[in-house]
């Protein structure tokens, strides 16, 4: 007896206990399927969907390549073997057309130019040298023209001897070849003169030239003037010089790509250390590389101060611009019938052929085959299909989707 009663007060309390377990445990799951459908029978497992909205793409290709100068420019000395004896611009300066970054020992060429134009001043006397003797020359023959005349005369009329007019002849034509002569003696001295004018010239533009100077506005890129050494056409030039500053990006892009890049598509060009800057394609290579398949192009930024020759950047082309319904790539299953997604209509899985257009940023045109508004299986290919029966939950919400 007291065995059961123990037994029985040990029992009441586990009897109480089941039976509050039998009242409490079924009702759990029934608010949980109420709470996800709305009261509705249960609608399945929950999935990640996405809705098909209006969405802007831009296709881009990326480049990548180093940063060069749109036109460089070489200033080399025009002259050889002369004395660099003054450097008057540094690497980094802006310069202007005709500005004079260096020059050169004039010395010897002004020696030259003196010389030679004391040689036209003698030119110039000998020309009014032969002038005077033409006037001579011609007064001489005008006298023995003069002289052969009467003898001509004296002559028919026998008041002369043959051998006085022989002479008179003779007088006429000493004269006739004095004058030109003469005149030959001008022509001469003239000749001199125009080739001394001719050599002034040249040793004045020489001296020139030892002012070594910008060609056209630029920044100088790299300078290898030396003041001392002696300068020669043949050696590396003095200066590089970016003309007008402009900087651009050369960059290598390959092959299957190029056919969509056409002169003037915008881009953006990133560099190191630096924000991204804007350019436009302004070149493309006709040449591809044969070893490695890839073209170039040429994409210009323009005159900026913080662009450095030679620095590493990439490039996006924007190569077309659309405005059309899109879905994350994700949901997009492609097969060898085509690009399919899983739409998600009445609490069922539906899968659908669509036309896929431009990918952008992580999305995917769709031409044909969706709505705008309708629900998509976040992640395409996954173990459901066509009518089983899911809720779909809109990415980034915790919201189950009434999908209709």
């Given at each position: 007896?007291?065995?059961s009663?123990q037994?029985?007060?040990?029992?009441?309390?586990?009897?109480a206990?089941m039976?509050l377990?039998?009242?409490t445990?079924?009702?759990?799951?029934?608010?949980?399927?109420d709470?996800?459908?709305?009261?509705k029978e249960?609608g399945?497992?929950?999935?990640?969907?996405?809705?098909?909205?209006?969405?802007?793409f831009?296709?881009?290709?990326?480049?990548t390549?180093?940063?060069?100068a749109?036109?460089?420019?070489?200033v080399?000395?025009?002259?050889?073997?002369?004395r660099?004896?003054?450097?008057?611009?540094?690497e980094?300066?802006?310069?202007?057309?005709?500005?004079?970054?260096?020059?050169?020992?004039?010395?010897?060429?002004?020696?030259?130019?003196?010389q030679?134009?004391?040689s036209?001043?003698?030119?110039?006397?000998?020309?009014?040298?032969?002038?005077?003797?033409?006037?001579?020359a011609?007064?001489?023959q005008?006298?023995?023209?003069?002289?052969?005349?009467?003898?001509?005369?004296?002559?028919?009329?026998?008041?002369?001897?043959?051998?006085?007019?022989?002479?008179?002849?003779?007088?006429?034509?000493t004269s006739?070849?004095?004058v030109?002569?003469?005149?030959?003696?001008l022509l001469?001295?003239?000749?001199?003169?125009?080739?001394i004018?001719?050599?002034?010239?040249?040793s004045?533009?020489?001296?020139?030239y030892?002012?070594?100077?910008?060609?056209?506005?630029?920044?100088?890129?790299r300078?290898?003037?030396?003041?001392?050494a002696?300068?020669?056409?043949?050696?590396e030039?003095?200066?590089r010089?970016?003309?007008?500053?402009?900087?651009?990006?050369?960059?290598?892009v390959?092959?299957?790509y190029?056919?969509?890049?056409?002169?003037?598509?915008?881009?953006?060009?990133?560099?190191?250390?630096?924000?991204?800057?804007?350019?436009?394609?302004?070149?493309?290579?006709?040449?591809?590389?044969?070893?490695?398949?890839?073209?170039?192009?040429?994409?210009?930024?323009?005159?900026?101060?913080?662009?450095?020759?030679?620095s590493?950047?990439?490039g996006?082309?924007?190569?077309?611009k659309?405005?059309?319904?899109?879905?994350?790539s994700?949901?997009?299953?492609?097969?060898?019938?085509?690009a399919?997604?899983?739409?998600?209509?009445?609490g069922?899985v539906?899968?659908r052929r669509?036309?896929?257009g431009?990918?952008?940023?992580g999305?995917?045109?769709i031409?044909?085959?969706?709505r705008?508004?309708e629900?998509?299986?976040l992640?395409?290919?996954?173990l459901?299909?066509?009518?089983?029966a899911?809720r779909?939950?809109?990415?980034g919400t915790?919201?189950?989707?009434?999908?209709?």
């Amino acid at each position: 007896m007291i065995r059961s009663k123990q037994h029985s007060a040990r029992r009441g309390p586990v009897c109480a206990l089941m039976a509050l377990l039998s009242l409490t445990v079924p009702a759990a799951p029934l608010y949980a399927a109420d709470a996800a459908t709305g009261g509705k029978e249960d609608g399945g497992p929950t999935v990640s969907a996405a809705r098909a909205e209006r969405t802007a793409f831009t296709e881009t290709i990326l480049v990548t390549g180093s940063l060069v100068a749109r036109t460089e420019i070489m200033v080399a000395p025009q002259i050889d073997g002369f004395r660099l004896s003054e450097i008057l611009a540094e690497e980094g300066d802006r310069v202007k057309s005709g500005q004079v970054l260096a020059r050169l020992a004039d010395e010897m060429l002004k020696v030259q130019l003196a010389q030679l134009e004391a040689s036209l001043v003698k030119a110039e006397a000998s020309i009014a040298q032969a002038r005077s003797r033409i006037a001579e020359a011609e007064a001489n023959q005008k006298q023995a023209d003069a002289a052969f005349g009467r003898a001509q005369d004296l002559v028919k009329s026998g008041s002369t001897s043959r051998s006085v007019y022989d002479e008179r002849e003779a007088a006429s034509r000493t004269s006739a070849a004095a004058v030109a002569l003469s005149r030959d003696g001008l022509l001469v001295a003239q000749a001199e003169k125009t080739q001394i004018e001719a050599q002034i010239r040249e040793s004045r533009l020489r001296l020139g030239y030892t002012e070594i100077k910008a060609t056209e506005d630029g920044l100088i890129s790299r300078r290898k003037a030396r003041v001392g050494a002696l300068v020669s056409n043949s050696s590396e030039p003095l200066f590089r010089m970016v003309a007008k500053g402009e900087i651009e990006l050369d960059a290598e892009v390959p092959e299957i790509y190029l056919p969509r890049i056409t002169v003037g598509l915008p881009a953006r060009i990133d560099a190191a250390g630096l924000k991204p800057r804007e350019g436009k394609v302004r070149l493309i290579s006709p040449e591809i590389d044969p070893a490695t398949r890839l073209g170039r192009v040429r994409i210009l930024i323009g005159d900026d101060p913080a662009l450095r020759v030679g620095s590493f950047a990439r490039g996006t082309i924007d190569t077309a611009k659309s405005s059309g319904l899109g879905v994350p790539s994700t949901a997009v299953l492609n097969r060898d019938s085509g690009a399919m997604v899983q739409v998600v209509k009445d609490g069922r899985v539906e899968s659908r052929r669509v036309a896929t257009g431009m990918v952008s940023n992580g999305m995917v045109e769709i031409l044909d085959g969706l709505r705008d508004g309708e629900i998509v299986v976040l992640r395409s290919g996954t173990l459901l299909r066509d009518g089983d029966a899911v809720r779909a939950v809109i990415a980034g919400t915790t919201t189950v989707s009434e999908a209709k």
